[in-house]
């Protein structure tokens, strides 16, 4: 790891970004331009000791692929400052191939723009990568990564994943999973997508029956409820916009006409607005 250049790279790129751009709140006189550390810190989901360590040259210990890629976010890093991060810490690049896990510094701005709806950045097969407060707050943060990390693993494999959802909603949710993920693995044809396949396949015999229906449908818009243990019942229409590659989907859930969701979600906004850096997410 070439500790003095990741320095100053960090110091740089930090000073390069106002807290309008990564959402955040533009109060008080600040000495210096840019982001302070502990926002930087923050937005990473990192302690403010360990990244000013980095910055001040002084980690004994190179930072994991996980912090380089909540970095990369914090930082709106674009792919080639992303890949050169990752070369001043000594990993190897991700492949641009099969990497979904870079978020693209314009969806992100698009993201911290969306105060008054939950949105969500998300890859083809379901694994949340950014949230808006909102979204945490509807959602709840997400964490991890690999097959265990996507929305459809949990569906199936874990039954607290349901317990937001009204039970006559379940089998129209399970149907409509099942046949975006055969579309989403048909169009990547990756060791990711099969692996996830492979494991629900083993895990669920649910999902086992489901997909041998060839069900085929890529969800674009749809409605949806959700249960949600403080305000009560959310009702959304959801539209999802692919990005350019298809590897990345900014969900939109916005309230239902003639529901209390708007209503709803002003009481969770509220119950957030101490907090204006949010959970942290990967």
């Known amino acids: 790891m070439d500790a003095a250049l990741l320095a100053e790279f960090l110091r740089i790129r930090r000073a390069a970004l106002s807290p309008g751009e990564v959402g955040l709140p533009a109060a008080g006189r600040r000495r210096t331009p840019g982001l302070r550390r502990e926002e930087v810190a923050a937005l990473a989901g990192i302690s403010t000791d360990y990244y000013t360590r980095?910055?001040?040259r002084r980690a004994t210990a190179v930072p994991s692929e996980a912090v380089l890629r909540s970095l990369a976010r914090a930082l709106r890093l674009s792919r080639d400052e992303r890949d050169h991060l990752y070369r001043l810490t000594g990993h190897p690049v991700p492949a641009r191939q099969t990497d979904d896990q870079h978020v693209a510094p314009a969806l992100l701005s698009?993201?911290?723009?969306?105060?008054?709806?939950?949105?969500?950045v998300m890859t083809d097969l379901g694994e949340t990568l950014v949230q808006n407060n909102l979204a945490r707050a509807v959602f709840g943060p997400n964490t991890g990564g690999g097959p265990e990390a996507?929305?459809?693993y949990h569906w199936f494999r874990e039954p607290a994943a349901r317990a937001g959802y009204p039970v006559e909603d379940h089998a129209a949710e399970s149907r409509a999973l099942v046949a975006d993920l055969r579309a989403a693995v048909?169009?990547?044809?990756d060791a990711h997508?099969?692996?996830l396949v492979t494991r629900l396949l083993a895990e669920s015999p649910e999902f086992a029956a489901l997909w041998k229906l060839h069900d085929v449908a890529v969800l674009r818009?749809?409605?949806?409820?959700?249960?949600?243990?403080?305000?009560?019942?959310?009702?959304?229409?959801c539209q999802f916009l692919v990005d350019e590659a298809r590897s990345h989907i900014l969900a939109l859930f916005s309230p239902l006409p003639g529901t209390a969701t708007t209503e709803r979600l002003?009481?969770?906004?509220?119950a957030q607005a101490h907090d204006p850096l949010g959970s942290t997410t990967r």
């Open 186 to 189: 048909a169009r990547r044809g």
């Open 193 to 195: 997508a099969q692996l």
């Open 54 to 56: 980095l910055e001040q």
């Open 150 to 152: 996507t929305f459809i």
């Open 266 to 270: 002003t009481l969770l906004a509220l």
């Open 221 to 237: 818009r749809r409605e949806k409820r959700i249960r949600h243990p403080e305000v009560g019942l959310l009702e959304f229409d």
């Open 110 to 120: 698009v993201l911290n723009a969306l105060t008054d709806i939950p949105a969500q």
